[in-house]
């Protein structure tokens, strides 16, 4: 296991796509974290999972955006009909209650671009 | 609501000059503060946090809740430690332990 991984690293869409995007977390993790970072701001929660149960979502989470985590091991995030404004990189992010400290351990993340 | 502030956005200074990264935060709770990492072309890690009061890679950071703030330093900056520098706070109050990070600050360390 060689960390949290996501996939694809970019995407280029056009404006009204759908994109999906995929996490998969530290195998033996059971919280898995979304957050969107912007040029020149520091990353932004977008959701949280507990294994496959969706707990919490911001207010930046539109109702363009849906998170799932079906067996509680990796996560999609899906954007519908993209605008400009979702152009950013989103970052996945997992960790488990057992560690110390509960330290969250981040993916490369995935920077999208809608053209 | 939780709020940090990180005040600068760029830091240079020279190799072997002392550093101290300002973070300043809003929360009515008890929280958890962190400094996360990220060096060129990698990932968001964790750096330090508050809690295990340690010292990594020569940094510190002390928790003051009578100023709020939690600024990380160094006393001789190594230019490995030029990076970009975020402080988060997590506000701990149950399973979801969300960050809330800072804009960030770039440090920039010159031979």
């Known amino acids: 296991d060689t960390g949290v991984s996501q996939d694809p690293r970019h995407k280029i869409t056009k404006r009204g796509q759908n994109v999906t995007f995929r996490c998969d977390p530290i195998s033996e993790h059971n919280r898995l974290y979304w957050y969107r970072q912007t040029l020149g701001q520091g990353p932004e929660f977008l959701t949280y999972?507990?294994?496959?149960?969706?707990?919490?979502k911001s207010r930046l989470l539109s109702d363009r955006f849906s998170a799932e985590r079906p067996k509680g091991s990796f996560s999609t995030l899906e954007i519908q009909r993209t605008e400009q404004g979702d152009s950013a990189m989103y970052l996945c992010?997992?960790?488990?209650?057992?560690?110390?400290?509960?330290?969250?351990?981040f993916g490369p993340g995935t920077r999208l671009t809608v053209l | 609501a939780q709020r940090v502030t990180q005040p600068e956005k760029l830091l240079s200074v020279f190799k072997g000059a002392p550093v101290e990264l300002k973070c300043n935060y809003s929360?009515?709770?008890?929280?958890?503060l962190f400094w996360y990492v990220q060096y060129s072309r990698q990932r968001l890690q964790l750096l330090l946090r508050?809690?295990s009061r340690e010292s990594i890679k020569g940094f510190t950071a002390d928790l003051n809740k009578g100023e709020t703030s939690f600024h990380l330093k160094k006393p001789f900056a190594q230019e490995e430690d030029s990076a970009m520098y975020y402080c988060?706070?997590?506000?701990?109050?149950?399973?979801?332990?969300?960050?809330?990070f800072g804009k960030g600050i770039t440090l920039s360390v010159r031979p």
């Open positions: 988060a706070l997590s506000a701990n109050t149950g399973a979801n332990s969300k960050l809330t």
């Open positions: 999972f507990q294994n496959e149960a969706q707990l919490e």
């Open positions: 508050h809690i």
């Open positions: 992010a997992s960790s488990s209650p057992g560690h110390v400290y509960n330290e969250q351990f």
């Open positions: 929360y009515s709770g008890s929280p958890e």
